[in-house]
């Protein structure tokens, strides 16, 4: 069983970028998909990005697309969620999450429901 923690977060302005990480313990991430999710203040839980256990078949929301990205360090099993010209809408908690799927869009569609291997989140606040 994988256990994910998020790192990263914090308070920074819009336009500015910001790489929040995801690291693992338990088993390797090249083994899952990944996910990055976040709730806003007030809101439903969103699914951010997602990439499929290759790095395919991938899912963005459409409020991030051009702006973030995923990566995967497979030598420090970290996967990173890069965020530029990040905006005040973006605030939120965002979380990570670990998923025996094939692809990026069913983890997005799938682990929001099951919440298996996901981290504690991390606060990310976007505010002039």
């Known amino acids: 069983q994988v256990q994910v923690a998020e790192s990263g977060g914090g308070l920074v302005q819009p336009g500015d970028s910001l790489r929040l990480s995801c690291a693992a313990s338990g088993s390797r991430l090249d083994s899952y998909a990944i996910g990055w999710f976040r709730r806003a203040p007030g809101k439903n839980l969103e699914s951010v990005l997602c990439v499929g256990r290759s790095n395919d078949d991938n899912f963005h929301a459409e409020s991030v697309e051009g702006r973030f990205t995923i990566s995967r360090d497979s030598a420090k099993n970290v996967v990173y969620l890069q965020m530029n010209s990040l905006k005040p809408e973006d605030t939120a908690v965002y979380y990570c999450?670990?998923?025996?799927?094939?692809?990026?869009?069913?983890?997005?569609?799938?682990?929001?429901?099951?919440?298996?291997?996901w981290g504690q989140g991390t606060q990310v606040t976007v505010s002039s």
């Open positions: 999450a670990a998923g025996d799927f094939t692809s990026g869009v069913q983890m997005c569609l799938v682990a929001p429901l099951t919440k298996d291997n």
